[in-house]
């Protein structure tokens, strides 16, 4: 039987390539206009980081993670995420030290192990920007509006930006009394996961995807409900900003995200079908929590596989560049060192340009630059290498033109004009 690709994995083949690429190089301007600059970590990490970072009692932390042992018998995890490894990236190389705040952006794979549906892989795609040094709410506003700009500037829409805020720790230990006193009476009727984060993080019940713990949460106390004074500010502060700079927005406060590490605002922005496409918010403790020092957070993942998927949706063509724009077939062995000569020469001057590789005959030669999408062509046989000249064909009228071997300008002049 043929090996195929683990569930969950898809290959990116070279006919969608250029949609990956274009994405990726809108982010990358869009992030040097925000002084964002790149950061790269490891695929894997020590499996710790993410028990820390993440949360032990999070979906992802005691259910999806990739965790193996090495042969040095240390525990590793491919990571299903991209924000602990840049806060451990940031700690570890000093970059507090550096002008504050450090804005960073990575793409990076994640490894999920989750159940398979519409738009959930085990190994997905993130855009990821993670803002560290500034306490601020305009801040928030500035990564979210980053964020609105992607799908703006793509032509997506219906796109929703709903907002909350998670308040702090001391917000939190208030509304965790409160979800515990809701919950008292159905402690039974939870799944074993849920029973056992009631008495360590009783937050997590709230995203479990157990059906009947969803029904068993309806109707439980909302955290908003407990934000203390400063987060309450931090939050209405958010939200100016947000109308200063035109961002429309929705208050949701349901939402609570499902990793551990998030204070104060997170976000999640979703397609016109309820489909999440992005999520993020403010990490106030995390970067301490990781062994580093007291520095505030703030950042966003958004899902390449989902991007493109709406794009497909909306009906957005992302514009594709030519894939050849030459191609010099050859009649005879002669004609072929001549073709070699001319494609090498015309590389050199930045044209697209190939030749034929595969004993056949012209007609064939013609097919195959015609698949390749080959804007013009140029056959070469005894004739042409007599006269040291040949007649190059547009492809999509059937115009030639004629030129002149030893003048390869000629020939860049026409291919650049079309
Ligand atoms: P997250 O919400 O878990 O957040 O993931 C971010 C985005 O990745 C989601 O909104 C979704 O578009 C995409 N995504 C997540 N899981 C899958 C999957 N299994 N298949 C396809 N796409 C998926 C984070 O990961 C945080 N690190 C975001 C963050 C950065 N918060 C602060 N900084």
Redesign the pocket.
Known sequence: MNIQAPKGTKDILPENIYKWQYVENLFRKLCSVYGCTEIRTPMFENTELFKRGVGETTDVVQKEMYTFEDKGGRSITLKP???SPAVRAFIENGLFNDAQPTKLYYFTPCF?Y?KMQK???RE?H?F?I?VCGSKEASIDAEVISLVMRVYKELGIEGVQLKINSMGCPNCRKKYNKALKEFLADKHEQLCETCKSRFEKNPLRILDCKVNSCKVIVKGAPIISDYICEECATHFESLKKYLNVTDIDFEVDPLIVR??DYYTKTVFEVLDKNGL??????R?DNLIKEIGGPDVPAM?????I??LLMSLEENGIEIPMEPYMELYVGSMHEESKYEAIKIVKNLREKGIKCECNHIERSVKAQMKYANKIGSYFTIILGEDEIQSRTAKIKRMSDGEQFEINLDELEEIVNIVNKA
């Open positions: 995420e991209g924000t999920r989750e738009g959930r892989y997905h993130q990821g993670e499902g990793l999440a496409l992005c999520g993020g918010g990490y950042g966003f993942g958004m899902g596989e989902r």
